[in-house]
């Protein structure tokens, strides 16, 4: 499955590492197919507050206490023993196997520099003397390195430079871009309005959601919160999701959340807290005996998520006593937990 025994224990030391309660940790997929042979695992997993972010090939995991760190750390396991080809490959977008804090770990983040025009880089500078040249962004002398030249120079400066910027974006793109066209982004002004923004904002992302001749009803997918390389979603920020339709009260609770992570500098963990969906209850908890039939009728008819009372649902057409006993309670226990769960400072 590795290359070598000793990129497996680098590869286990880092997971070890970074997979702790409280941080979040990216998993990224070598193939969009694997998605959805790990979709429900991923997102039901104990603990583990995992979500889809961005084109959704990478997972999102805030562990809340050492319990579901252990998950994390079997569930990334497991699937590398699966299948070596569409397992989980990266940890933070680096190759499993390279040091954050390393030349090459530097250097990789970047788009257009690969593994071994960073090695080759890594021969001749050592990380301090590489992040002084960044921090004064002397592309010059990063054109000097062997392996990078000028072209791969100055997308190290301008990656970097981004990664400090203030600048935030909302960006929203289809989970199979091919037929959807270009993701949707609007750079926020936090001193501006900005559910005027997020309304803004989820009215062009709609568009993305449009029913194509090869996958009809496909949703648009997550807006997520980047910085200005829009190249991952930051972390412990929430999700703006949808199937197609945003809904008035979704979007004022996406931009209050927008509001206390950016301006407020409140860090949300927990799914409840980064997931902001109407009808969250069918996406977070399995409810046996509800299909997609009756999860479509209960959204269309109006019901905020905190009205999921069986004297609401039980009169809305087509939907059986069983089911809305079972939305009901199901309803009842998640607001149950909400109201316990402790806000990460």
């Known amino acids: 499955m590795f290359e070598s025994d000793f990129e497996d224990n680098v590869f286990r030391r880092r997971l070890m590492k970074e997979v702790a309660p409280g941080v979040p940790v990216h998993f990224s997929f070598y193939s969009p197919m694997v998605k959805v042979q790990v979709q429900s695992a991923a997102e039901h997993l104990p603990g583990a507050n995992g979500r889809y972010i961005g084109e959704a090939v990478t997972i999102e995991f805030v562990p809340e206490d050492a319990a579901a760190v252990e998950r994390v750390r079997e569930f990334v396991w497991r699937w590398e023993e699966h299948n070596e080809f569409t397992a989980v490959r990266k940890i933070n977008h680096l190759r499993r196997s390279v ?14 520099v690969d593994k071994r025009a960073a090695a080759k880089a890594a021969e001749a500078i050592d990380p301090d003397e590489l992040g002084e040249m960044i921090e004064a962004e002397d592309a010059k002398s ?3 390195l062997p392996g990078l030249g000028e072209k791969r120079a100055h997308a190290v400066v301008e990656f970097y430079k981004n990664e400090r910027s203030p600048r935030r974006f909302l960006y929203a793109a289809n989970r199979n871009d091919r037929f959807r066209g270009a993701p949707v982004f609007t750079e926020l002004d936090l001193d501006g309005d900005l559910e005027e923004q997020v309304v803004a904002h989820a009215v062009r992302a709609q568009s993305l959601g449009d029913p194509d001749p090869l996958s009809p009803n496909e949703p648009p997918g997550h807006t997520t919160v980047r910085n ?3 190249s991952h979603p930051l972390p412990m920020t929430p999700s703006l999701m949808s199937r197609s339709v945003y809904y008035p009260e979704q979007v004022a609770l996406f931009a ?3 509001r206390r992570v950016l301006v407020e500098g409140e860090r949300l963990a927990g799914m409840p807290a980064l997931r902001i969906q109407r009808g969250k209850l069918f996406h ?15 959204l269309a008819s109006g019901l905020l998520d905190s009205e999921y009372t069986y004297e609401n649902l039980i009169g809305i057409p087509g939907i059986t006593e069983a089911q809305a006993l079972t939305i009901a309670e199901a309803a009842a226990m998640n607001e149950d937990l909400e109201r316990t769960e402790v806000r990460v400072p």
């Open 99 to 112: 040091d954050p804090a390393s030349v090459q770990g530097i250097l990789e983040r970047v788009r257009g």
């Open 142 to 144: 990063l054109a000097r």
């Open 228 to 230: 200005a390389n829009l």
């Open 256 to 258: 209050d959340a927008l």
């Open 284 to 298: 977070t908890t399995k409810l046996p005996g509800v299909g997609t039939k009756t999860r479509a009728r209960v």
